[in-house]
């Protein structure tokens, strides 16, 4: 059993206990990209220190998103952390930033190419894995509809970021190749 922001006890099997667990894990795979930029970079440049600190941003923002998912909604007080619009148009503004300059898309894209790019890719696929598990809540309890849209949009400025990452190393994409045996 645990215990949820207003005290109640429920077994950590139930569906809002993974939700944030997931939100969890997330937040550790954020942290390794940003420590991995860190002690990688033998020159930290103007970019890579944004990008830094906005990782570091976006792991208090998934702070939030467990905190408003630990908390029910008849106990939700004023000045609660959570993640709003605001955090939202704060990541479009960075995937516009970021995806600036990067050639366009042609083809779905494979992970890899370098370390951190694969790290994205991974902290990618578990944000989509968050997505579908507090959509899946969403049918059985009210969520606060920010975080499905904070999540979709974070996944989408993951995959930036691990394109961003190679382009930066000049390491080449490799595409999707439908017709490789």
């Known amino acids: 059993m645990t215990s949820l922001v207003g005290g ?63 908390t029910l909604e008849e106990d939700i007080k004023e000045g609660m952390p959570k993640v709003e619009v605001s955090h939202i148009e704060a990541l479009e503004k960075e995937i516009d930033y970021f995806n600036n300059g990067l050639p366009a898309l042609k083809s779905f894209v494979l992970p890899g190419g370098s370390k951190i790019n694969v790290w994205f890719h991974i902290a990618r696929t578990v944000c989509r894995n968050c997505e579908r598990k507090i959509v899946d809540l969403s049918y059985k309890e009210k969520i606060d509809v920010n975080i499905i849209k904070y999540l979709n949009r974070l996944s989408d400025a993951l995959f930036v970021f691990s394109r961003w990452s190679n382009n930066k190393l000049s390491v080449k994409e490799t595409l999707w190749n439908p017709n490789q045996i």
Do not use: H, P, T, W
Request: hydrophobic content about 40%; glycine content about 4%; overall charge positive.
């Open 8 to 70: 109640q006890s429920v077994s950590k099997s139930v569906l809002r206990i993974c939700a944030y667990g997931k939100i969890d894990e997330l937040n550790s795979y954020i942290g390794a990209c940003k420590e991995y930029l860190i002690v990688d970079s033998n020159k930290i440049d103007s970019d890579l220190k944004r990008l830094i600190n906005v990782l570091y941003r976006i792991q208090n923002e998934l702070f939030n998103v467990g905190n408003m998912l630990a």
